[in-house]
């Protein structure tokens, strides 16, 4: 009756190395060596090693799927979480603050070299697409100081100056730089 | 005349900082894990 006992409990070890094929080889053994002591054990303190006996100790260790699903571990849940589709919002961070300060009054504190600053800024940071970099670029060089430079040109231009005329010498003439208006 | 083209750069400078500032919360940044 060993023998038949014997089979059984080889089967039993047979399927769970099966069902451990997918493990690494010592770790494998590993399992398998463990299940085999506890069948050892269990198997010493049967009164009678009759099949059935031997069939209910095999139950009570478990399917060999089930112990290998065990050894797996959970289920992975946390690794479903596919970490390549994480999207990070992206900060205003002292790059693109400065940029967008420079751009904008850089030319007023610094002519012209803090506004290229400010244009470095704007093409360094990743904060924009290109067609975003290049209207900040090219839609008001300078930024403020470049209306702001053009309006105290044409006020002080457009100052008049006392110009005796020989022609008619009491009047005088108001001459303009800028387009007079 | 002069006026009103130094009013449109300054309106037009502004404008396009703004629209940068608020462009760059919206621009989603894909980063490999």
Redesign the interface.
């Known amino acids: 009756m060993s023998t038949r006992a014997d089979e059984l409990i080889n089967e039993y070890l047979d399927r769970l190395e099966e069902e451990l094929a997918d493990f690494p080889s010592t770790r494998r053994r590993e399992l398998v060596q463990e299940i085999s002591a506890h069948i050892a054990e269990a198997r010493a303190s049967l009164e009678n090693e009759d099949e059935a006996s031997i069939r209910n100790l095999l139950d009570r260790m478990g399917d060999p799927a089930d112990i290998a699903a065990e050894a797996a571990g959970p289920p992975p849940a946390e690794a479903s979480r596919r970490?390549?589709?994480?999207?990070?919002?992206?900060r205003?961070g002292a790059i693109?603050i400065g940029?967008?300060v420079l751009?904008?009054i850089g030319g007023l504190v610094l002519p012209v070299i803090g506004w290229i600053v400010g244009v470095v800024l704007?093409w360094v940071s990743?904060?924009?697409?290109l067609p975003?970099k290049l209207?900040?670029t090219l839609?008001?060089p300078g930024?403020?100081a470049?209306?702001?430079g053009?309006?105290v040109l044409?006020t002080s231009s457009a100052t008049c100056v006392q110009v005796p005329l020989p022609a008619t010498p009491n009047a005088m003439a108001c001459s303009s730089g800028?387009?007079?208006? | 005349?002069?006026?009103?083209?130094?009013?449109?750069?300054?309106v037009?400078?502004?404008a396009?900082?703004a629209?940068?500032?608020r462009?760059?919360?919206r621009?989603?940044?894909?980063?490999?894990?």
């Open positions: 970490p390549e589709a994480i999207v990070q919002e992206p205003a693109e940029a967008l751009l904008l704007l990743s904060a924009w697409t975003q209207l900040g839609v008001v930024g403020l470049l209306p702001i053009l309006g044409a800028g387009s007079g208006g | 005349m002069g006026s009103i083209l130094v009013i449109l750069l300054a037009a400078s502004v396009t900082v629209y940068l500032a462009r760059m919360n621009n989603a940044v894909a980063v490999p894990a």
